[in-house]
């Protein structure tokens, strides 16, 4: 149940803290009072959207906080919640939102930061709130199909259809995705394998560019090397006046001053090494210069390999050898993906076909389960019908399936309706009135809300076109209804108002020249005089109080 709910800042309400009792509540107010305001409040911790212009004052927050207690047997369905979402499970379960004057919104599940998408799951589980304009919902396919879900109960099994029914799906999906890039890769399969069969062809090596440059700059130039190297060998070791000659005397000389004078021996030996090496460097250049040679078709063959090379690395925008490499080897695996393709597509096909048929098992069970329910929620449903007033109402439900899946199976549900005898039931937004809407809602609410299991549930106006009898008819369903859930029922009829266990009441107040929302629980004298209000009026005439004191007696 919602034990109690606080809002600070929002819209025309301050400071409101109220405490709701369990079983059936009631909750009356002037037009405009701020009932709806209240209820949107409430809508903030449940995960609506919120912005800056909710706030009353804009210089400070706006809080709202629920507190739920909740029973042993829908603790532990909640426990899974909290333990999948990584929060510590406590009772009472706290919800709050705060919106700071900037915009931005918080939300938490006792105490703990949440992404709103989570508050809002976990509000789903705790409460159901029927606005006034929740019964055109009743037109909704989507809704009645949930309609026969609840009754059902069968949650497990429609985990179990989801998790294959996701699998498919995600399988598909991969299909998809492959196929498509199977169809890309034949348009492209041509232009890869050209691209391929000219760097193949090509035959590169790696590092083989540096080399061809280096021979290509020695070939471009070998008559001048020759010459050069002939030249120095010529000055060297073979002129008229050449320096190996010239050293070679110069090398006695200190041997021969050797004998007298002591450092003339090192000076001889330091010279003499500068000879030979000299005789060697002088011999290098006469030997490169007679291997040296211009070879004009080697050179036009390393042209051609480079400007082949150059070519390729222009056209691919690339500047190495190694990078045209790379390249081809991707050329090569766009090809062998392309090959396959059609592998890859049967083997997921067959992947596919494997879990359709458990999409299907799960989904006959679905349907099976709900073609099993018609009967039970039919009756029970115009049942109902027939305490509000409409013996002669009919509900027929029909299942389609239909070729496709979806994410709740491959049914179609569609609730045909029917006020008066003898005529046929129609699809519900064509034939039904407001008042016979509202009534069918609370039937329909009052069937599945055992099988959701909630905490509690608020409607907000179901009596919207009821009266007289009626409305004492409905009172008595949302009694019966509190047995097993709290109901907290938001009413402007006094038969609805008497039958509450607990009587709350939504007004204004005018402070400082401000309106603000504010409410209470009544004492019993004061509910006398709340409804009598409601039956006659403010102020309410002797009549009108007897009445609402016969009300409440009855």
């Known amino acids: 149940m919602l034990s109690s709910l606080s809002i600070k800042n929002y819209a025309i309400i ?196 540096e080399e061809l440059e280096k021979e290509h700059e020695l070939l471009s130039h070998s008559e001048e090397i020759k010459t050069g190297l002939g030249n120095v060998y010529q000055l060297l070791d073979n002129g008229e006046f050449d320096v190996l000659s010239q050293l070679k005397e110069a090398v006695s000389i200190m041997q021969g001053l050797g004998d007298f004078f002591p450092e003339a021996k090192e000076l001889h030996s330091r010279l003499e090494s500068q000879h030979i090496e000299l005789q060697d460097f002088s011999g290098e250049c006469e ?110 439900i029909d299942i389609a399936k239909r070729k496709g899946f979806s994410n709740t199976g491959n049914d179609d549900v569609y609730f045909l309706f029917s006020a008066n005898k003898g005529v046929a039931p129609e699809e519900i937004n064509k034939v039904a009135s407001g008042g016979e809407l509202s009534r069918l809602m609370l039937a329909i609410k009052t069937v599945v809300a055992r099988s959701k299991a909630l905490p509690a549930i608020i409607f907000d106006e179901i009596d919207a076109g009821i009266s007289g009898e009626i409305a004492s008819k409905m009172a008595r369903i949302l009694a019966q209804m509190a047995n097993y859930m709290q109901v907290i029922n938001i009413t402007h009829l006094p038969q609805i108002a008497s039958k509450g266990t607990a009587h709350y009441c939504v007004f204004k107040n005018d402070i400082n020249e401000r309106v603000e929302t504010d409410i209470r629980q009544l004492t019993e004298k004061e509910r006398v005089i709340e409804i009598a209000k409601m039956l006659g009026g403010d102020p309410p005439h002797e009549a009108a109080i007897i009445n609402a004191k016969a009300l409440l007696g009855n």
């Open 287 to 396: 030997r490169l210069a007679e291997l040296t040679e211009y070879d004009p078709s080697r050179l036009e063959v390393v042209n051609d390999r480079l400007n082949a090379i150059y070519s390729l690395q222009q056209k691919h925008r690339v500047e190495t050898v190694a990078e045209l490499i790379a390249l081809r080897d991707v050329f090569d695996n766009k090809i062998q993906d392309a090959e396959s393709y059609d592998e890859q597509l049967e083997k997921l096909n067959g992947e596919i076909d494997e879990i359709r048929k458990q999409v299907e098992l799960f989904a006959g069970k679905l349907h099976d389960s709900r073609m099993k329910a018609l009967p039970g929620i039919t009756e029970e449903i115009q049942g109902y019908l027939s305490q509000l007033g409409m013996p002669n109402a009919k509900l027929h």
């Open 14 to 209: 301050r400071d409101l803290e109220v405490a709701f009792n369990p079983g059936f509540c009631v909750l009356t107010g002037e037009t405009g009072a701020g009932k709806s305001i209240i209820m949107g409040a409430l809508g903030l911790i449940l995960g609506q959207r919120a912005d800056k212009s909710m706030l009353n004052n804009d210089s400070g927050k706006c809080i709202v906080e629920g507190k739920f207690i909740v029973n042993d047997i829908i603790a532990e369905k909640l426990k899974i919640f909290f333990n999948n979402n990584d929060l510590d499970f406590e009772v009472p379960v706290i919800l709050r939102r705060e919106i700071t004057p900037s915009g931005k919104s918080r939300a938490f599940i006792n105490d703990t930061p949440v992404q709103l998408s989570v508050i809002r799951e976990l509000g789903l589980n705790l409460i159901d709130i029927h606005s006034q304009h929740s019964n055109l919902e009743l037109g909704n396919h989507v809704f009645q199909l949930n309609v026969v879900d609840w009754y059902c109960d069968h949650e497990k099994l429609m985990d179990k259809y989801k998790i294959v029914y996701s699998e498919m799906r995600a399988l598909q999906k991969k299909y998809n995705k492959i196929a498509e890039a199977a169809e890309q890769s034949k348009t492209d399969l041509d232009y890869y394998t050209f691209q391929f069969k000219q760097l193949e062809e090509a035959d590169l090596v790696g590092g083989e560019q």
